[in-house]
């Protein structure tokens, strides 16, 4: 009996001991929970746990309250907190899950004010997930509409949609580098229209690209690319015209037009970006297609300086960095400026040639020359008469339903009786009114001929010159250009110049 008994004591004091030793910690969330608040207690003893990368029991522990309590005041913060804990946690899987989380939050909860903060990380996830511009740009696509999400959704808080446009001139960045790369791809593979359907694209929805001038001025490029090939070909062969063409003349009209729009994309980079390095190409290339060369205003060198000096040159460390590491470098990007929310429409390939061949056929660019008149016609209805041979032929644009009077109308079958030659013709009746002097001349004289708008006339001072010095004076010199513009980077890839 008393061996029973010390093997059961020494068993309890085994069993006690490795109770002691053992480190576990209680993970029930209802333990040790006072009886006051125990909503607010629960709440604290997540935030503590994710204080400490316990991610798993912050989360046992938020889904505890939000399950035990549904009305407690900390249900919002816990929900957002759910998506906040799988944020921190990383991977793909977890993010995966925290966006799941932020949209759950916006749809229960689309007027706190957290809800804007749920939108902001929606869009940092795809941002911590974009790879280079060369790579899938599916993340940076996304980013850029959760961004513009976040703007467009609450303007009411100032401070993310500041960090939002932020962010997203950073995207836009990536975005627009990626066309450039697809352009100047198409432009050495000599795929004029494809290349320029890109690059048109590019400056049209993305104005802060670091390289907006080198775009236009690829662009440029381009339409002088096109020249030389209709150049070179026959006259019916030039830039697929089809047979039966109007030779020399349509051939003259599309060089025409096309040099008209590379000097737009030429003289686009010295009215907009005048302190950009490709503003002197574009002047040497604007004489050569013996075009005018305008010049910029004091405001739009004011613009593009501010742009340019907030963009970060990139030093070695990142140019070794961007070798090793997945996402972008996006130290070019402007801080400076409003990013675009809204996409302009896109050029196709085929609708760019199609509005070469439209201007110089004398047409409109975008619109077609062609219009359809749709004729109504066949056999009458059942209650209508069947139509004559000899009735007139209907009115165009007539009204269908006005009705027609024909108590009055003359039968071209009548027979009338031949005039009596001794019939005298009746006098004039003295009590007609007829038109006096002054009404015949407002009637019969021609109008004074309108005033011309380009016509000096006789005034106390002429305000044309005053608005031709006013506008000449916000004109930049040559001298705010050269203080205004940046040092040429060395190792400046050129682009075959025609």
């Excluded at 929310?341 to 050029?347: F, N, R």
């Excluded at 004398?362 to 066949?378: F, I, M, Y």
Aim: aromatic letters at 6%; proline letters at 8%.
């Amino acid at each position: 009996m008393s061996r029973r008994f010390s093997l059961i004591a020494a068993l309890a004091m085994l069993l006690a001991l490795t109770v002691g030793c053992t480190n576990r910690k209680s993970v029930n969330p209802l333990a040790n929970v006072g009886s006051k608040q125990p909503d607010k207690v629960l709440f604290d003893k997540a935030m503590d746990a994710m204080k400490h990368n316990r991610f798993d029991v912050a989360r046992m522990t938020l889904q505890t309250l939000i399950i035990t309590y549904p009305d407690s005041e900390f249900i919002a913060r816990a929900k957002l907190a759910v998506g906040d804990s799988w944020y921190a946690e990383g991977g793909t899987a977890s993010l995966e899950q925290a966006e799941q989380e932020y949209r759950d939050f916006e749809t229960f909860f689309p007027n706190m004010p957290e809800a804007a903060e749920a939108q902001l990380k929606i869009a940092n996830i795809q941002y911590q997930q974009m790879e280079k511009s060369d790579r899938d740009y599916t993340h940076a696509k996304r980013a850029e509409d959760e961004y513009r999400n976040l703007i467009m959704q609450y303007p009411d808080n100032p401070k993310l949609v500041a960090e939002g446009k932020k962010r997203l001139l950073e995207v836009q960045e990536v975005l627009a580098d990626r066309e450039f790369g697809i352009g100047k791809f198409y432009y050495y593979r000599l795929s004029y229209p494809a290349s320029i359907a890109r690059l048109q694209s590019l400056v049209d929805k993305y104005p802060l690209y670091s390289k907006a001038d080198e775009a236009l001025f690829l662009l440029g490029q381009n339409y002088e690319g096109q020249i030389a090939q209709i150049r070179s070909r026959p006259t019916c062969q030039a830039f697929n015209t089809p047979p039966g063409c109007a030779g020399e003349t349509a051939k003259a009209s599309m060089i025409g037009v096309l040099t008209k729009d590379a000097s737009a994309a030429y003289s686009q980079i010295i009215t907009r970006y005048p302190v950009m390095v490709r503003e002197d190409d574009a002047k040497k290339r604007l004489a050569a297609l013996h075009q005018p060369i305008p010049r910029p205003t004091k405001a739009a060198v004011a613009q593009n300086r501010a742009e340019e000096e907030s963009r970060r040159d990139s030093d070695t460390f990142d140019r070794l960095m961007s070798v090793v590491k997945k996402g972008p470098d996006m130290a070019a990007s402007a801080h400076v400026g409003e990013p675009t929310l809204v996409d302009p429409t896109p050029v196709s390939a085929s609708g760019a040639t199609a509005d070469v061949m439209r201007q110089a056929m004398g047409q409109p660019a975008g619109e077609h020359g062609l219009s359809a008149e749709v004729v109504k016609g066949g056999a009458p209805g059942a209650n209508e008469p069947a139509p004559r041979s000899d009735a007139p032929a209907p009115v165009a644009n007539a009204d269908p339903f006005a009705r027609t009077s024909t108590a009055n109308a003359a039968d071209p079958n009548e027979l009338k009786p031949a005039p009596d030659p001794n019939e005298k013709p009746s006098a004039p009746d003295p009590n007609e009114l007829k038109p006096t002097a002054q009404n015949a001349l407002t009637s019969d004289a021609a109008a004074p001929p309108p005033v011309q708008v380009n016509e000096i006339q006789q005034g106390p001072a002429s305000s044309g010159v005053e608005a031709a010095a006013s506008s000449s004076s916000s004109l930049a010199s040559d001298k705010d250009i050269s203080s205004s513009k940046k040092k040429k980077k060395k190792g400046l890839k050129k682009i075959l110049v025609f």
